[in-house]
């Protein structure tokens, strides 16, 4: 006979349809960083604004964001509406179509280094196209990435991912030859940039902004000097803006550090919670797929809803710039604010990283302004403090990520530091009791 479900557990639904997940859905998530949320995987039904609510009817102020594409929250009108509209005329056509033109159009209005652009589904693959028209435009073969940068989770650059404190790959199953062309450096390092970049490389890939691994920004005229290494040695220089692209500025990284690359990558934000990404850049440099060279292809890229919704989200970010950036930055600077000043009243050792409508908390009694610095952090607790924040109506991300929307105003503030300021207390005397 099966237990008694605990009726005093706020999450006895959660933990239900995650075991019955488990029977035919290997770990119970479809992807692997949902498997490390405490006390259970949530299973949400419902996304509105800035909140979420989960199978048991718990209501949350979500500071996850589906991982970060919600900048404008939760089912955003125009994006339902044009999802909507499109979804009376077709999913899919397995041919060309209005929407293709309008977004591609939308991109290269907005986004600084965009002459031409080419779609994808997801940040990964988006990132693997890029690299392959760099390797094409420049008849080279190799290319560096950075230390605790993340490019997605295809094999060949899926290595010195975050949490890896060398070249070694994310994942079992990867093959080692995929990335034999690839050199992994330690990023704000123009010693070991200048050592590694040579006219034997295709590419320069990084996070113009590195959030994924601490939400990190580049020292004083580093970009720069990449910028211009690369230009002396014929590599092409790719920003993955996956997760940057459209949150903190309309143009990206580079539009707010002005430093312009020659390919950027777009996902996330782009299509508001849609599966769509983007590579874009100077107009010589996609001619290799303007031309055939590269075949560019894909069932899906730039599906008619996605692609709806895509031209929506740009089109109301675009529309609304100069009130939604101004208060996303006032928002994520708050919110940066509010868990200091409650995990210190608390005695619990907090640093929070934040740029604009993005950041990454970490749980250490010193400051963490590097990727090195993130071996002195201690991931477990702070997944101690991220269950503590759930109990008390906070949904955030368990390796540290922060995401805000244009949703998160005054309430959810307000409500977000009273429960900061108890979920603090109860995860440090559960981590005192541990130690």
């Known amino acids: 006979m099966s237990a008694l479900p605990d009726l005093h557990d706020r999450y006895t639904g959660s933990r239900f349809a995650f075991e019955q997940r488990r029977k035919t859905l290997a770990r119970g998530v479809s992807s692997a960083i949902r498997a490390n949320q405490l006390p259970v995987p949530l299973t949400f039904v419902e996304g509105r604004g800035a909140h979420v609510r989960d199978i048991d009817g718990n209501d949350y102020v979500d500071y996850a964001l589906a991982y970060g594409p919600m900048v404008l929250g939760h089912s955003p009108e125009p994006v339902l509406y044009a999802a909507h509209q499109q979804l009376s005329e077709a999913i899919s056509y397995g041919g060309s179509h209005r929407r293709e033109s309008e977004l591609s159009e939308a991109i290269c209005r907005t986004v600084p280094c965009a002459e031409l652009c080419v779609f994808s589904n997801s940040g990964s693959e988006a990132v693997h196209a890029a690299v392959r028209i760099a390797r094409a435009a420049t008849g080279r073969r190799r290319v560096i990435k950075f230390l605790g940068h993340f490019h997605g989770w295809l094999d060949p650059l899926a290595v010195g991912n975050?949490?890896?404190?060398?070249?070694?790959?994310?994942?079992?199953?990867?093959?080692?030859?995929?990335?034999?062309?690839?050199?992994?450096?330690?990023?704000n390092d123009l010693d070991a940039l200048h050592a590694t970049l040579t006219d034997d490389v295709a590419a320069v890939i990084m996070e113009p902004v590195a959030v994924n691994g601490g939400c990190f920004t580049a020292d004083p005229g580093y970009l720069e000097e990449v910028r211009e290494r690369t230009q002396q040695v014929g590599a092409l220089l790719i920003?993955?803006?996956v997760i940057t692209g459209f949150r903190l500025s309309l143009g990206g990284a580079q539009e707010r550090l002005d430093v312009l690359p020659d390919l950027a990558v777009l996902g996330k934000?782009?299509?508001?919670?849609?599966?769509?990404?983007?590579?874009?850049?100077?107009?010589?440099?996609?001619?290799?797929?303007?031309?055939?060279?590269?075949?560019?292809i894909g069932t899906s890229n730039a599906n008619p809803v996605c692609a709806a919704a895509a031209v929506a989200s740009v089109t109301e970010l675009e529309r609304r710039a100069h009130e939604i950036y101004p208060q996303l930055e006032d928002t994520g600077a708050q919110l940066a604010e509010i868990l200091r000043d409650e995990a210190?009243?608390?005695?619990?050792?907090?640093?929070?990283?934040?740029?604009?409508?993005?950041?990454?908390?970490?749980?250490?009694?010193?400051?963490?302004?590097?990727?090195?610095?993130?071996?002195?952090?201690?991931?477990a607790a702070y997944r101690v403090f991220a269950e503590?924040?759930?109990?008390?109506?906070?949904?955030?991300?368990?390796?540290?990520l922060l995401y805000v929307s244009?949703?998160?105003?005054?309430?959810?503030?307000?409500?977000?530091?009273?429960?900061?300021?108890?979920?603090?207390?109860?995860?440090?005397?559960?981590?005192r009791s541990r130690s």
């Open 388 to 400: 503590a924040l759930l109990d008390e109506g906070l949904h955030v991300i368990p390796r540290g």
């Open 162 to 187: 975050p949490g890896h404190w060398d070249a070694s790959p994310a994942t079992a199953g990867q093959d080692p030859l995929a990335s034999s062309s690839v050199s992994v450096l330690p990023w």
């Open 406 to 431: 244009t949703m998160h105003g005054p309430a959810e503030l307000a409500r977000t530091r009273s429960a900061v300021a108890r979920a603090a207390a109860s995860a440090a005397t559960s981590l």
């Open 269 to 296: 934000a782009l299509g508001a919670g849609f599966p769509i990404s983007a590579v874009c850049g100077r107009a010589d440099v996609m001619e290799v797929v303007a031309s055939g060279a590269v075949a560019h």
């Open 239 to 241: 920003f993955d803006e």
């Open 344 to 379: 210190a009243e608390a005695g619990l050792p907090l640093v929070v990283n934040s740029v604009g409508a993005a950041a990454h908390a970490f749980y250490a009694s010193t400051s963490v302004t590097s990727y090195a610095d993130t071996v002195r952090t201690d991931p």
